[in-house]
């Protein structure tokens, strides 16, 4: 099994909302990610947690606040959003440290109005 | 810096029409390259992972192949069910890079 579930699928949110975006796996992984995507762009790398820690934060704004409250979960928790945060948010994951082999999630397609 | 380039940036086959996609990438220290294929709005689906040169990866109607410098994915006889996005991404130490991918669409 290498499946990485996401939810929700799809969200929209105000400016002034609070929302949050879950991710899981059961495959033992100590690795996760959140990654964010625009059309027909790559993947682009916001955070990594490694061993339920934070090692990577790629200089993301304070809106975007990842938590991982345990080796299966992550949570990204969005506030104050702007419409150009409007993107694919997808989560990985990995058994090795970042570089090594990872799986991702359906994504969660984010839409700020 | 990591770096990985795809190409062509699009490629448009006829059914049964076979080809090749191209990553050429340099790193510091390989983990690994892998291919990924993704499908519009959708998270990207793992393909295989390479590790050193020389090595070669199948599925179904894709095959995987590693240099020192490159990487190519070659489809045999493609089906429209294959037109997707494939991205290529390198693994270095703590880092993980992609390329901007290759669209696939295959025609029947």
């Known amino acids: 099994d290498t499946e990485v579930t996401q939810t929700p699928k799809h969200l929209v949110m105000g400016m002034t909302n609070k929302k949050s975006l879950k991710c899981e796996q059961h495959m033992g992984h100590r690795a996760m990610y959140w990654y964010k995507q625009k059309a027909k762009k790559p993947p682009e790398l916001m955070f990594v947690?490694?061993?339920?820690?934070?090692?990577i934060n790629e200089s993301v704004p304070s809106r975007f606040s990842p938590e991982c409250p345990n080796s299966s979960l992550l949570n990204l928790h969005l506030h104050a959003l702007q419409p150009e945060d409007s993107a694919l948010y997808l989560c990985?994951?990995?058994?090795?440290?970042?570089?090594?082999?990872?799986?991702f999630g359906q994504g969660t397609r984010l839409t700020v109005v | 810096e990591d770096q990985v380039t795809q190409s062509p940036e699009a490629l448009r086959l006829q059914e049964g029409e076979s080809s090749s996609l191209n990553c050429s990438y340099t790193?510091?220290?390989?983990?690994?390259l892998f291919w990924y294929r993704q499908d519009p709005g959708k998270g990207p689906e793992f393909l295989f992972t390479l590790y050193s040169a020389g090595e070669e990866k199948e599925k179904e109607r894709l095959k995987a192949t590693l240099t020192k410098k490159e990487s190519f994915l070659h489809i045999t006889a493609p089906k429209p069910e294959d037109s997707a996005t494939y991205l290529c991404?390198?693994?270095?130490?703590?880092?993980?890079?992609f390329g901007k991918g290759t669209m696939l669409l295959v025609s029947p």
């Open positions: 990985a994951s990995s058994q090795g440290v970042i570089g090594t082999e990872a799986f």
């Open positions: 790193v510091s220290g390989l983990r690994g």
């Open positions: 947690y490694s061993y339920e820690k934070l090692s």
């Open positions: 991404a390198v693994g270095g130490y703590s880092t993980l890079t």
